[in-house]
């Protein structure tokens, strides 16, 4: 662990903390958000949009807010549009398209999106959609799927994650949001059982063996996307690795070649051992090889990361090496970094793997505040005992009377403001601390 504690500590925590999915055919301080018009012009190509957001009519765009704080993308050369660590564009952004899906021909869209969700290669209309996902889990598979379709290695894949908080509001949306909302107008085609409604009605099908469903937490921007400070991209083979087979064997077994190609059956196998309640003991080496693949990624981007590789197993969420370790080295970064304020968890029972990243963060959440306050009644008890000492060695009357416990309220007009200070601040502090609580309970 002292290699891992050297490079955390070359990490520079005082930054604010930042962190989709792939598009291929399918076998089976509370930063606020930048200003809700239109994108900005593209530095790097001149009239291109920087972001192209959803603009849903009625109550679908109260739903837009309620976005994942961190969503991944897995992309390759054969990825369809062009993507990079800067920008990624959709088949449309490529042919020069950016026009809102809201403000186009429903029939239109409804047929787009069915073709983009189902991965089809052939575009009747052209193709605006980007997707992305809020599961590490599923984005891992996905790479794997990648590197054996495409015969490639995986080092030619790269995975990215962005900090969704970094961009306006209404440029990611659920991707069941959309379905339902243009599922009415896919009835004016002949589809069969490849339609939007029964895309839908798949998001909540139980596999016939396991327990979970073919739910993805996958979400959706449009036209382009410039991630350019507001992500980080790595490399896949410095993710999934010895590191990561050491605590997931099972992405070992995924990547053998004798093993048939899949994703969405693979990936709801992996879901199983949060089913049936089965939670894997916390070894040093699987904290310490998690923080190993956590180190690849930009200082802003390590916690949140950390979080994320250790969710991919049930742990217990308050597991004592998980919140120890890390109030260790982040302390007073942490709520910044983490706080419920901003990092927003969007996940039920059948997306596991993110319901229990929340669970986690929000355990190192927990033991922050319990530490907090302890350390700050301890540093006021201390202050107390101070100004106790100043006073009864003082020749004020009031030093004279105080020998113990007693209100110090009436005394402190006559104690030097040097030694009031660091106590009224712990007071404000603690005051900050208890109130932080309050709302992160709610």
Known sequence: MNGITAGVNKMKMGQKIHIGFGDDDILDEVPSRP????????????????????????NL?????????????????ASEGENSSKCMKSVDAVNKTFEDIFARDPLTVALT??????????????????SWTTSLLNAIQYAIYKRKKEST??????????????FPNGVFMEDLDLIEKFIDKGHAYNWGNRGLDNLGQLRNKQHQT???VYYFGEYLSQGQTNIEGRSCTVTCDKIINSKLFAFMPQFEDELKDETPLR????????????YIKKQKEMKDSDFSNATTIALEFDTAWFLPMLANLLALNPRTARDPRIIG??????REELMHHLSPKVTNVVANDNIPEVLHFGKIIHGIREYYYT??????????????????????????????KMFGPGDLAWYLPTVDHDYVQPLMQSLETLRGTIQELQEDTT
């Open 35 to 58: 200003s809700d018009n239109l994108a900005t012009e593209s530095h790097d190509t001149p009239h291109c949009p920087d972001e192209v957001p959803f603009r849903p009519p009625g």
């Open 61 to 77: 765009a109260a739903k837009l807010p309620d976005t994942p704080r961190y969503l991944f993308r897995v992309f390759s050369d």
């Open 113 to 130: 999106l069915n073709e983009h969700l189902r991965w089809q290669k052939k575009k009747s209309y052209g193709d605006p959609f980007i």
């Open 153 to 166: 290695k995986l080092s030619a894949i790269s995975l990215c994650i962005v900090d969704t908080t970094l």
């Open 210 to 212: 396991y327990s979970g």
């Open 263 to 274: 994703w969405a059956n693979a990936v709801i196998e992996l879901r199983q051992p949060f």
């Open 325 to 330: 370790w890390t109030w260790e080295h982040f």
């Open 371 to 400: 530490r907090s306050v302890a350390r700050l009644m301890s540093s006021m008890e201390e202050t107390t005992d101070i100004i106790r000492h100043f006073i009864r060695e003082s020749g004020t009357p009031g030093g004279r």
